[in-house]
Nanobody, 115 residues
Framework: QVQLVESGGGLVQAGGSLRLSCAAS????????MGWYRQAPGKQRELVAE???????NYTDSVKGRFTISRDNAGNTVYLQMNSLKPEDTAVYYC?????????WGQGTQVTVSS
C-alpha cells in the first residue's frame, strides 16, 4: 500500500510564491519518477513538473523559470517551489508517483492565484 500526502496549497496574490510538498510512504522499492500535475476547471489534467529517478527534470513550458521541482535525500518527498505565480496557475495540483509497473496519485491541493 502506497500513500501520498500533499500539503502547501493555498491562496496567494499574483507574483507571490508557494511551496508544495508530497510525502510518499508504504511499499516503495523503486521509483521511476515523482511529479506534479494540475487540473484547472474545465481543462484536462496536465503535467507541471517531473523528477526522474536519475535526477532529470521536465517542466511544462508555461512554468519554466518559475517553478522548481526537488526531492529530499531519502527520495520519498518531492517539493514544488512555485515563484512568480500567475492567475493562470490556479488549479488543483496533484502529486504523482510513478513506480514503473503502476502509479499513485495524491488527493490534490488547491492553488488559487488572485490578480
Amino acid at each position: 500500500q502506497v500513500q501520498l500526502v500533499e500539503s502547501g496549497g493555498g491562496l496567494v496574490q499574483a507574483g507571490g510564491s508557494l511551496r508544495l510538498s508530497c510525502a510518499a510512504s508504504g511499499s516503495i522499492f523503486r521509483t521511476n519518477a515523482m511529479g506534479w500535475y494540475r487540473q484547472a476547471p474545465g481543462k484536462q489534467r496536465e503535467l507541471v513538473a517531473e523528477l526522474t529517478r536519475r535526477g532529470r527534470t521536465n517542466y511544462t513550458d508555461s512554468v519554466k523559470g518559475r517553478f522548481t521541482i526537488s526531492r529530499d535525500n531519502a527520495g520519498n518527498t518531492v517539493y514544488l517551489q512555485m515563484n512568480s505565480l500567475k492567475p493562470e496557475d490556479t488549479a488543483v495540483y496533484y502529486c504523482n508517483l510513478n513506480l514503473g509497473w503502476g502509479e499513485y496519485w495524491g488527493q490534490g491541493t488547491q492553488v488559487t492565484v488572485s490578480s
